[in-house]
């Protein structure tokens, strides 16, 4: 370091000094331990930073700065600070030494360090920023992307429930169309069977009230059968082609149940 001779020199000078200055003598070798134990100080600080323990050196200058306040001290500790990398407090010892010795032996290159230090530490704050600017972007856009894909689950999970319940109802649909063709078909049997009774009756010479009740009965059976049966077939109908539809398709469809003598029919009409 190249203030050890001025820092050498002055301690050695401030004790002479001291023992003319101080009244008392325990003052007088107060200050005389105070000087010898911060000269000690500086030693080692000077030993330290020869084998690059930079951090432990600056720590040295300064406890012999806190016994003995040479502004060189300071120096020493900002110098040690900058080689172990530690930029702020390099910095702030820089300061407190221009504060102390604007126009010290070191005061042009403690300005020089001190700008170039600055400079760094400005240009790393602002990366840190830029960092945590471009970090909160990308985790914008995780979230972005996880909510849309949640989004994007949720309506393929209520597409895919409403596509279960459309095919549920379309198969009670068919039901309700297979049981209304089974019930108009029990409907048309009775029909052709009253019809039958009916021509035995007109075709008997003799009355026959047995055989023309089992005519109406077979007659009232045919009605309630295919009116059921057209019942169902209409509900069926609905449920498969209306209610049940996917989306996007459209369905018109109309059942015209019609009862005869001797016959039961039932048309369906629709676009599908």
Do not use: C, W
Not at 30 to 50: G, P, V
Not at 149 to 161: K, P, R, V
Not at 216 to 225: Q, T, W
């Amino acid at each position: 370091m190249f203030h050890r001779r001025v820092i050498e020199a002055l301690l050695v000078f401030v004790s002479f000094v001291a023992v003319g200055t101080f009244p008392g003598g325990d003052a007088n070798a107060q200050s005389k331990r105070e000087i010898k134990k911060a000269k000690l100080l500086f030693q080692e600080a000077e030993d330290l930073a020869a084998d690059k323990q930079y951090l432990e050196s600056a720590a040295k200058y300064l406890a012999a700065y806190a016994l003995f306040p040479a502004s060189d001290f300071l120096f020493n500790a900002a110098e040690m600070y900058k080689y172990a990398e530690d930029k702020e407090h390099a910095v702030e010892y820089y300061k407190r030494y221009l504060a102390e010795a604007p126009e010290g032996r070191g005061a042009d290159e403690a300005r020089t360090s001190l700008e170039t230090l600055q400079r760094k530490l400005d240009e790393e704050e602002r990366k840190q920023q830029e960092d945590l600017e471009r970090a909160k972007a990308a985790q914008m856009l995780v979230d972005e992307k996880r909510e849309a894909d949640l989004i994007a689950d949720n309506a393929a999970s209520a597409e895919s429930a409403a596509a279960g319940a459309g095919a549920n109802i379309r198969i009670a649909g068919l039901v309700g169309l297979s049981v209304g063709v089974v019930l108009v078909g029990v409907g048309g049997y009775y029909a052709v069977d009253s019809g039958n009774i009916s021509d035995k009756v007109s075709a008997s010479p003799d009355f026959q009230p047995a055989l023309e009740q089992e005519g109406k009965d077979a007659e009232r059976n045919a009605y309630i059968f295919s009116g059921v049966g057209a019942a169902a077939l209409v509900g069926g109908a609905i449920l498969y082609f209306v209610v049940g539809k996917d989306s996007g398709e459209s369905h018109s469809v109309s059942l015209l149940p019609t009862l005869r003598n001797n016959s039961v029919a039932a048309s369906l009409i629709g676009t599908f």
